[in-house]
């Protein structure tokens, strides 16, 4: 009987021992670091050197991911040496992949007040208050945006 179960405990064991992680290791292999996460954490203290780089491997990983692509639209925004172009280009892909993606709206109307095209950024406030209403944050920050480019004739946060 004792040799039947030391038989059956061997068995059961080599299965285990070879899903065990590389280096003989019982732990399992590290989960990969949330790269959005990074990237927003940078974003926060206007690294965008850093946040580039955290999205750009965001990216390969997650390729249809409308939070990656709106955050690079964002990224190529916000710092300094300004790229509407790509901007648009990855707004424009963030609402491909999710049309009511709110953030999207709220940042390309945003950067459609920085390229002076206000009448674009209000067809974005007219989806916005269709998608969540005149209550929702991105909406209201969009709304104030709008408006202070009208009394102002530059958006809030351009380098103009």
């Known amino acids: ?20 992680a590389p280096g003989g290791d019982d732990l399992p292999a590290p989960a ?3 790269r959005v996460a990074a990237a927003r954490q940078a974003l926060e203290s206007r690294d965008y050197k850093r946040a580039m780089s955290e999205l750009s491997l965001a990216l390969r990983e997650q390729p249809r991911n409308a939070d990656v692509h709106n955050l690079l639209g964002y990224t190529y925004r916000m710092q300094p040496q300004r790229n509407l172009p790509k901007s ?11 049309p009511n993606h709110r953030a999207t709206m709220e940042y390309m109307g ?3 007040l920085m390229d002076n095209k206000p009448r ?14 005149k209550a929702c944050n991105e909406y209201r920050m969009l709304e104030h945006a709008i408006s202070s480019f009208k009394q102002s004739g530059k958006a809030p946060g351009s380098y103009q």
């Open 32 to 34: 990969q670091p949330d």
């Open 1 to 20: 009987m004792k040799i039947a179960l030391a038989l059956a405990v061997a068995v059961l064991s080599v299965p285990l021992a070879s899903q065990a």
């Open 110 to 112: 945003q950067a459609y």
């Open 120 to 133: 674009e950024a209000e067809r974005l406030l007219t989806r916005l208050e269709a998608v969540c209403g």
């Open 88 to 98: 648009f280009e990855h707004y424009n892909t963030a609402l491909g992949i999710d």
